[in-house]
């Protein structure tokens, strides 16, 4: 009996987790380094930027509590940390509005949309 409700409160436990977007994969929180000399940024709409770095590396800078200006057309501009590098203690502004970010992971890179 006890067995049974503990798996229970296990699972509703693990549900909220399970229910977030990308990325798919979990990874340890990375640095983008010469963030002025970046190729690419392609935005996902509220959540976060898909950014790749002068490597040709991806990474995904998911953004604190939505930005409502984030959208696929919105004008980027990347505000590195004190440091220098691009990471979770830096800001984004799309079309002006600043955005603090959450987390920057390593990523696969955007997904392709369909045509």
């Known amino acids: 009996m006890i067995r049974p409700a503990l798996i229970a409160a296990a699972l509703l436990g693990a549900a909220p987790a399970l ?3 990308p990325p798919t994969r979990v990874a340890p929180e990375a640095r983008i380094r ?4 970046y190729l690419e940024a392609v935005a996902d709409p509220q959540r976060g930027v ?6 040709g590396q991806w990474y ?3 953004v604190e509590d939505g930005c409502a ?3 696929h057309s919105a004008a980027l501009r990347f505000n590195p940390s004190p440091g220098g590098d691009f990471d ?5 502004r799309a079309d002006g ?3 603090r970010v959450a987390s920057v992971v390593e990523s696969d890179g955007p ?5």
């Open 19 to 21: 229910a977030f977007g």
């Open 34 to 37: 010469n963030m002025t000399e």
């Open 50 to 55: 898909y950014i790749r770095g002068y490597t």
């Open 60 to 62: 995904y800078a998911r």
């Open 69 to 71: 200006r984030l959208t």
């Open 88 to 92: 979770r203690y830096s800001t984004l």
């Open 97 to 99: 509005w600043r955005c």
């Open 111 to 115: 997904p392709r949309r369909a045509r």
